[in-house]
């Protein structure tokens, strides 16, 4: 069970690397709500977007990775 959970860890930390490498910088979007581009179409359904969707899945895969840290560090695994 153990090694079937590091495993798993291991998986998420790399999908968390490449997902958030994946996404576009902040700054970008800090400039087009200056310029207004926030009230476009695409600023409007960001979460239909590829955009939001790397947002989705690093929320997920983050919450997952915080679980399973603190499921890896308790002593009860291995009994």
Known sequence: MLKILTAVF?????????????????????????????????????????????EKITKVCVVLFFVLAIVLNMDMIGY
């Open 10 to 54: 291991m998986i998420i930390c790399i999908v968390i690397s490449v997902v958030i490498l994946l996404q576009e910088g902040k700054q970008a979007g800090l400039t087009g709500a200056i310029s207004g581009a926030a009230e476009s179409y695409w600023g409007k359904n960001k979460g239909r977007s590829m955009e939001g969707k790397l």
